[in-house]
T-cell receptor
Framework: GAGVSQSPRYKVAKRGQDVALRCDPI?????LFWYQQALGQGPEFLTY????????KSGLPSDRFFAERPEGSVSTLKIQRTQQEDSAVYLC???????????????FGPGTRLTVL | GIQVEQSPPDLILQEGANSTLRCNFS?????LQWFHQNPWGQLINLFY???GTKQNGRLSATTVATERYSLLYISSSQTTDSGVYFC???????????FGTGTRLTVIP
């Protein structure tokens, strides 16, 4: 597609439920990032993939958060046993090349707004 | 870690006015991007500008990497310019974007 797409756009979960958020990066983009944006704040880094390899997961807030990108394209962010503090917008971004090679401009999807009741 | 500060935090302009938004960062970077987050939450790429000057229509940006700051200029502002403007950087040797706290711009007719 022309841009980064994410689904669902909105998700309401009851506390304790598991959720899965999908990201389709720009075709051919090597790098994929997940960010979390709380209300009124800037996005904060969660995790980074180069192709199918998860090279950095230092931003994941707890072991309830898990991300994968098994074929180096589509990625899924999974949150187990959701808590109210997980309520936020989850943003996916992709960039054309490996981070340390060439331009590393990132392009963002529209986000998934997660509300945990 | 790197610190990114944006100023002013809030800005209210009359339609047609010009403005300058500033971004200061504390360490060397290999990427600096300016984004506009519209009222629907979409982050729109304005500039990829780790150094130098670029212009796109009514918007222009300048980054002076050696002095660790970047400026975003908006001329002849329109109501559709309203939203939050973020500066984000990738610290040299790191992978991810680190975002500033943003400038909330409101343009009134």
């Amino acid at each position: 597609g022309a841009g980064v797409s994410q689904s669902p756009r909105y998700k309401v979960a009851k506390r304790g439920q598991d959720v899965a958020l999908r990201c389709d990066p720009i075709s051919g983009h090597v790098s994929l990032f997940w960010y979390q944006q709380a209300l009124g704040q800037g996005p904060e880094f969660l995790t980074y993939f180069q192709n199918e390899a998860q090279l950095d997961k230092s931003g994941l807030p707890s072991d309830r958060f898990f991300a994968e990108r098994p074929e180096g394209s589509v990625s899924t962010l999974k949150i187990q046993r959701t808590q109210q503090e997980d309520s936020a917008v989850y943003l996916c971004a992709s960039s054309q090349r490996g981070v340390h090679m060439g331009t590393n401009e990132q392009f963002f999807g529209p986000g998934t707004r997660l509300t945990v009741l | 870690g790197i610190q990114v500060e944006q100023s002013p935090p809030d800005l209210i302009l009359q339609e047609g006015a010009n403005s300058t938004l500033r971004c200061n960062f504390s360490d060397s970077v290999n990427n600096l991007q300016w984004f506009h987050q519209n009222p629907w939450g979409q982050l729109i790429n304005l500039f990829y500008i780790p150094s130098g000057t670029k212009q796109n229509g009514r918007l222009s940006a300048t980054t002076v990497a050696t002095e660790r700051y970047s400026l975003l200029y908006i001329s002849s502002s329109q109501t559709t310019d309203s939203g939050v403007y973020f500066c984000a950087v990738i610290e040299t040797g790191a992978n991810n974007l680190f975002f500033g706290t943003g400038t909330r711009l409101t343009v009134i007719p």
